[in-house]
């Protein structure tokens, strides 16, 4: 039997038919993301122009930077759920005895993090877009759309969600309790951003090449970080507990 | 694409297909020598029995004798420590595990439902996880046999313990398995629910579904299944509830008189059939004899020359019960030694 799009999809409908119902979910895909649209849009209106070259990037890079925020961290929330979370509500057992593959399922409960949280996060920076384009100083926007920073803005946003995703499942898959999952996921969604932060500061100097190969290396992280999940699901250890 | 098409409702002897080579194809499940360990800690071993298709087979023991490890591991949950098993005609392998699991349904203890699902989404989720065609159709037709068609649109927190685990029944029965395997499915029910569900099961039995039933209730296993197995990490005993008994009890009757005899002795030893005899109370007599159906006409004649007053004789049945208990103390008494 070979990858089933159709097992992965049962999963991927199931749990977004859950987060519909889970109103914990909700708020907090809807809150978390207005917060970290309105710390930096009230940033940026505030700045003064002209201001000092330095400053005025950082302020524009740390504007930034909250957009990145939340496709590391809600991803790493709902990951960190998906496999201790069904665990402990006795969900897991069931469907392990079906005929899914631990790749299905895996790719299942990703997807459903994953997406979720992608969507929202364009669309929040698009009308973080929109609030610059419509009522900032010029000079902001104009540094706000340079192509550099947008560019990074669009490619890190997948990358950075599909890191705290498996970072999430992977310590879900390990742990016994869903708050310990997510604290440690909250916590380990957090260096790429690390990576990020250095190129919207200036501290590192963007560059299309740069950009490119710090994303191309994320995403083999993402692809190796997916093999070491397969393996660290333990059908058995899930199953008992950690008996085996 | 492999998709599963299949009626809900199931033939006995059912033919068997797909890769085999243990222990035997021709049963629904063939157990030899399995073994299952946790580091030091045994959760059965040396395991051996099988189950015939369209058989309710139960596996009674008390907690912690392994019931629900070993439908884990023939459920392909657990890897086995050693032994050979086939379950639906395919052998016990790791690379066998999605095999097997696309024949089979495990109904855990816990329904483990998503409760923020409805009934029918909890289904239709599970039918798209056996590939099967038609999921509508298939999550209407378990909830029919359930008969819990009203309640499909109900979110499962808002149903009762019984329902949810009507439901998880439901599920069970959706890819139409050739096996099915339920793990204690009265646990923690009330007397009502338990009816239905062993209801349910009956029903099932008799449209001729393979089914392997774990419990410690000793009066479902008596009332639903062929077959039992009698285990505490080990099998004990396998056989039909009457063959236990006889195999544990010799045969006994019951004589109950309106006054004591005066030679007991005298009137029992000669009657035909009777082993041994002892007074249980006043007027009350315990006969073991090795055919009831030859001694008790016997008897009767004996103490009616005796002149005494026969109020009652019946035969003793010890119930699955007696049998469990015996195997039990048997145990506790060798760990003792």
Same mark, same amino acid.
């Given at each position: 039997m070979?990858?089933?799009?159709a097992?992965?999809?049962?999963?991927?409908?199931?749990?977004?038919?859950?987060?519909?119902?889970?109103r914990y979910?909700?708020y907090?895909m809807?809150f978390?993301?207005l917060?970290?649209?309105a710390?930096?849009?009230?940033e940026?209106?505030?700045v003064?122009?002209p201001?000092?070259s330095?400053k005025?990037?950082?302020?524009?890079g740390?504007?930034?930077?909250?957009?990145?925020?939340e496709p590391?961290?809600i991803?790493s929330?709902l990951s960190a759920y998906?496999v201790?979370?069904e665990?402990e509500?006795?969900t897991?057992?069931?469907v392990?005895?079906?005929?899914?593959?631990?790749?299905?399922f895996?790719v299942g409960?990703?997807?459903?993090?994953?997406?979720?949280?992608?969507?929202?996060?364009?669309?929040?920076f698009g009308?973080?877009l929109?609030?610059i384009?419509?009522?900032a100083h010029?000079a902001i926007?104009?540094?706000v759309?340079?192509?550099?920073?947008l560019?990074?803005q669009?490619?890190?946003?997948?990358?950075?969600?599909?890191?705290s995703?498996?970072a999430?499942?992977?310590i879900?898959t390990?742990v016994?309790?869903?708050?310990a999952?997510?604290q440690?996921?909250t916590?380990a969604?957090l260096?790429p951003?690390?990576?990020v932060?250095?190129?919207?500061f200036?501290?590192?100097t963007?560059?299309?090449g740069?950009?490119l190969?710090?994303?191309?290396?994320l995403?083999?992280?993402?692809g190796?970080?997916?093999?070491?999940?397969?393996?660290?699901?333990?059908?058995e250890?899930?199953?008992t507990g950690?008996?085996s | 694409?492999e998709?599963v098409?299949?009626p809900?409702?199931?033939a006995?002897?059912?033919a068997?297909?797909g890769?085999s080579g243990?222990p035997s194809?021709?049963?629904?499940v063939?157990v030899e020598?399995l073994?299952?360990r946790f580091?030091?800690r045994v959760?059965?071993?040396?395991m051996?029995?099988?189950?015939?298709y369209?058989?309710?087979?139960?596996f009674?023991?008390p907690n912690g004798?392994?019931?629900? %490890? !070993?439908? #884990?591991t023939?459920?392909?949950?657990?890897?086995p420590t050693?032994g050979a098993a086939?379950?639906a005609? @395919?052998e +016990?392998?790791?690379?066998?595990g999605?095999?097997?699991r696309?024949r089979i349904?495990?109904?855990?203890?816990?329904p483990g439902?998503?409760?923020r699902?409805?009934a029918a989404?909890n289904?239709?989720c599970?039918a798209?996880?056996?590939?099967l065609?038609?999921?509508?159709?298939?999550v209407?037709?378990a909830?029919q046999?359930v008969?819990?068609?009203?309640?499909?649109?109900?979110?499962?927190?808002?149903?009762s313990?019984g329902?949810?685990?009507r439901v998880?029944l439901?599920?069970?029965?959706?890819?139409?398995?050739a096996?099915?395997?339920?793990?204690e499915?009265?646990?923690?029910?009330?007397?009502?629910?338990?009816r239905?569900?062993?209801?349910?099961?009956?029903?099932l039995r008799?449209?001729?579904?393979?089914?392997f039933l %774990? !419990?410690? #209730?000793l009066?479902?296993?008596?009332r639903?299944c062929?077959?039992?197995?009698?285990?505490n990490?080990t @099998?004990? +005993?396998?056989?039909r509830p009457d063959?236990l008994r006889?195999?544990?009890?010799k045969t006994?009757i019951?004589v109950?008189l309106?006054?004591?005899?005066?030679?007991?002795?005298t009137?029992?030893?000669?009657?035909?059939g009777?082993e041994?005899?002892e007074?249980?109370a006043?007027g009350?007599y315990?006969?073991?004899?090795?055919?009831?159906d030859?001694?008790?006409p016997?008897?009767?004649?004996?103490?009616?020359h005796a002149?005494?007053d026969?109020l009652?004789?019946t035969?003793?049945?010890?119930s699955?019960?007696?049998v469990?208990?015996?195997?039990?103390?048997?145990?506790v008494?060798?760990k003792?030694r």
């Amino acid at each position: 039997m070979s990858f089933s799009w159709a097992r992965a999809g049962a999963i991927l409908q199931k749990e977004l038919r859950d987060y519909r119902r889970n109103r914990y979910v909700i708020y907090t895909m809807a809150f978390l993301p207005l917060i970290f649209l309105a710390i930096p849009i009230v940033e940026l209106f505030a700045v003064h122009v002209p201001a000092a070259s330095a400053k005025f990037d950082a302020r524009i890079g740390l504007s930034l930077l909250y957009m990145l925020i939340e496709p590391a961290i809600i991803p790493s929330v709902l990951s960190a759920y998906s496999v201790v979370g069904e665990r402990e509500q006795g969900t897991l057992e069931p469907v392990l005895a079906t005929p899914i593959r631990r790749e299905e399922f895996l790719v299942g409960k990703a997807l459903a993090a994953f997406l979720p949280a992608l969507l929202v996060a364009y669309v929040i920076f698009g009308v973080f877009l929109g609030a610059i384009a419509l009522f900032a100083h010029p000079a902001i926007a104009s540094a706000v759309f340079e192509r550099d920073h947008l560019l990074i803005q669009f490619l890190f946003t997948p990358l950075v969600a599909g890191w705290s995703v498996w970072a999430g499942i992977a310590i879900s898959t390990r742990v016994s309790d869903v708050r310990a999952a997510q604290q440690l996921a909250t916590a380990a969604s957090l260096p790429p951003l690390g990576i990020v932060a250095l190129m919207q500061f200036n501290v590192i100097t963007p560059s299309l090449g740069l950009a490119l190969g710090f994303a191309a290396a994320l995403l083999v992280i993402d692809g190796l970080a997916w093999r070491v999940v397969a393996t660290m699901f333990n059908r058995e250890r899930l199953v008992t507990g950690g008996r085996s | 694409m492999e998709q599963v098409e299949a009626p809900l409702a199931q033939a006995p002897g059912r033919a068997s297909s797909g890769p085999s080579g243990g222990p035997s194809a021709q049963s629904a499940v063939a157990v030899e020598h399995l073994t299952k360990r946790f580091g030091d800690r045994v959760a059965f071993e040396d395991m051996s029995f099988r189950v015939g298709y369209g058989e309710v087979f139960g596996f009674l023991g008390p907690n912690g004798a392994g019931k629900t %490890t !070993t439908v #884990r591991t023939l459920g392909t949950l657990l890897a086995p420590t050693s032994g050979a098993a086939t379950v639906a005609g @395919i052998e +016990l392998r790791p690379e066998n595990g999605p095999a097997i699991r696309s024949r089979i349904s495990v109904m855990p203890e816990s329904p483990g439902l998503y409760l923020r699902l409805t009934a029918a989404e909890n289904l239709e989720c599970f039918a798209r996880l056996y590939r099967l065609s038609d999921p509508h159709e298939r999550v209407d037709r378990a909830l029919q046999v359930v008969n819990l068609t009203e309640r499909a649109s109900d979110l499962c927190r808002s149903l009762s313990k019984g329902l949810r685990q009507r439901v998880a029944l439901a599920r069970a029965l959706l890819s139409d398995p050739a096996v099915l395997f339920l793990d204690e499915p009265t646990s923690g029910l009330d007397p009502v629910a338990s009816r239905e569900v062993h209801d349910l099961i009956a029903a099932l039995r008799d449209r001729g579904v393979t089914i392997f039933l %774990t !419990t410690h #209730r000793l009066e479902e296993a008596e009332r639903l299944c062929d077959r039992v197995a009698i285990l505490n990490t080990t @099998i004990r +005993l396998v056989g039909r509830p009457d063959e236990l008994r006889a195999q544990l009890f010799k045969t006994s009757i019951e004589v109950r008189l309106r006054a004591d005899l005066a030679d007991p002795a005298t009137v029992f030893t000669g009657a035909l059939g009777v082993e041994r005899w002892e007074t249980q109370a006043s007027g009350s007599y315990l006969l073991t004899v090795s055919d009831p159906d030859a001694a008790a006409p016997e008897v009767a004649r004996a103490l009616v020359h005796a002149g005494a007053d026969i109020l009652a004789i019946t035969q003793s049945r010890h119930s699955l019960e007696d049998v469990y208990l015996q195997l039990v103390d048997e145990d506790v008494e060798a760990k003792k030694r």
